[in-house]
Structure formats: C-alpha cells, structure tokens
C-alpha cells in the first residue's frame, strides 16, 4: 500500500503515532456539539439556529462553519408545517341525518345511492 500512494513504511507508522492538530481537535469537539444541538432540538433546527444556541453558550462559530459540518455529518432539518384546520363545524348549512348508519351492503340493484 505504501508503494502505491509514494510513502515510505516508516512515514507511514510515524504518521499513525502522530497526535491529533488542535484544528482537527476543535472540528471534533464542534461537530459534538452541533450534534447535541441538533439532537436537543428533535432534529427540527437547520444551521441558523444551532449557531445561535452555540452563540448563547458562548462558542464562536460561524454560520457556514455549521452549515458545513451538518452537511459532511449528514443533519438535515425536518420542516415541520403548521397545522390547518380544513373543516369548518361551526357553519349555518343543514346537516342531514345519517340514513344509512355505515351499512354498504344493497341487497338489489339502485337500492342505495351515495355521494361524497
């Protein structure tokens, strides 16, 4: 494998004993708490909102820094839509009486006529 990419086996192992950057540290840490944030939320919060609440904790970060983790760590926002009422009870219009009280079952031809 070393031959392949062009590293010789001794760079190879020294880069594996090599201590972590303090930059790769603090994506680590920020992507933990974007996650928690992200979590704490019920996944609704998209990146706007997670820099705010890390804002509130008193973490500096942008807005694209976010942006960019939750799309490598794959957090997206579930778009919640209010919720509308689509019948209206209260209205001046005769409500008639249920005739056929859920029974389907005709016993002959055009006995039953029903609409929507």
Not at 13 to 23: E, I, M, N, P, V
Not at 63 to 87: C, D, H, N, P, Y
């Amino acid at each position: 494998m070393c031959q392949v990419f062009g590293v010789s086996r001794s760079g190879y192992y020294d880069w594996l004993k090599r201590a972590k950057s303090k930059q790769k540290e603090r994506k680590e840490q920020l992507t933990q708490q974007i996650r928690n944030e992200y979590l704490k939320s019920r996944k609704i919060y998209g990146s706007p909102k997670i820099t705010q609440e890390l804002r509130k904790q008193g973490i500096r970060v942008s807005q694209k820094t976010v942006a960019r983790i939750m799309s490598e760590e794959g957090l997206r926002s579930i778009t919640v839509r209010k919720f509308k009422a689509t019948t209206n009870s209260n209205h001046p219009y005769n409500v008639y009486a249920n005739l056929l009280k859920q029974n389907f079952q005709a016993t002959a031809p055009n006995e039953i006529w029903m609409a929507d």
